[in-house]
């Protein structure tokens, strides 16, 4: 059962432009969500998070936005730039350890 | 300050080999995550585990799979006897002693390939 749905599996953006990634889970006990970066052959890295007692959470380039009612949330780069080229794992937990992820989205970015 | 820490990088079995995967967490984390990839997936939980404590593995196939962390040394993820269907890539992840709900960080990531 896929509690957490990435169901674009890649975006194509052109650099200086935004991106967003989109997310949606199915478990309303989910109360932190999470996106890591990953490159090829390398580990998923954090980026941000945000509680579910938030709507929204910046850092830098960065933005995480949380619609709960509507189970969805969406992360925002803006600007894209090609160093920003990775997939992207969107991951939730309910008061406790286990992240649940998405498939990823895989972003390119175009020079 | 080194990372999470995972050897090797990829690893070749046969089937019916056994796999055996290490994880050295950060620096000053206590708490293991066991996660695994298989191609076109996200990340699925595997186990969780504390020095020398097993705290979950409702993740774990009930068969051939085991985990321990024992008081010295790395983290170990043994398969024994495996197969194709076992190839995937296995995360490790590790938090703070703050608690479990701190944010995990991910090592590189071990290849698993069963000819």
């Known amino acids: 059962d896929q509690q957490v749905k990435q169901n674009s599996p890649s975006l194509s953006v052109q650099e200086g432009r935004i991106s967003i990634l989109n997310c949606d889970y199915t478990?309303?006990?989910?109360?932190?969500f999470l996106w890591y970066k990953k490159y090829p052959a390398e580990g998923p890295t954090f980026l941000i998070s945000?509680?579910?007692?938030?709507d929204k959470n910046e850092d830098g380039r960065f933005t995480v936005f949380l619609n709960k009612s509507a189970k969805h949330l969406s992360l925002h780069i803006v600007p894209s730039q090609p160093g920003d080229s990775a997939v992207y794992f969107c991951?939730?937990?309910?008061?406790?350890?286990?992240?649940?992820f998405g498939a990823g989205t895989t972003v390119t970015v175009r020079a | 300050n080194a990372g999470v820490m995972q050897n090797p990088r990829h690893l070749v079995r046969r089937r019916g080999q056994e796999a055996r995967l290490r994880c050295s967490p950060m620096?000053?984390?206590?708490?293991v995550y066991w996660y695994r990839q298989l191609p076109e997936e996200g990340l699925k939980f595997m186990v969780y585990?504390?020095?020398?404590?097993?705290?979950?593995e409702s993740g774990m196939p009930k068969e051939r799979f085991s985990a321990e962390f024992p008081k010295e040394g790395p983290s170990i993820l043994r398969i024994q006897q495996v197969v194709r269907g076992d190839s995937a890539a296995y995360f490790c992840?590790?938090?703070?002693?703050?608690?479990?709900?701190?944010?995990?960080?991910f090592g590189p990531g071990t290849r698993l390939l069963v000819l």
């Open positions: 992840a590790s938090s703070p002693p703050g608690g479990s709900q701190e944010t995990q960080y």
């Open positions: 478990n309303s006990m989910f109360d932190y």
């Open positions: 945000i509680s579910s007692i938030k």
């Open positions: 991951a939730a937990r309910s008061n406790d350890y286990k992240l649940s």
């Open positions: 620096k000053g984390h206590s708490h």
């Open positions: 585990l504390q020095k020398e404590n097993i705290i979950d």
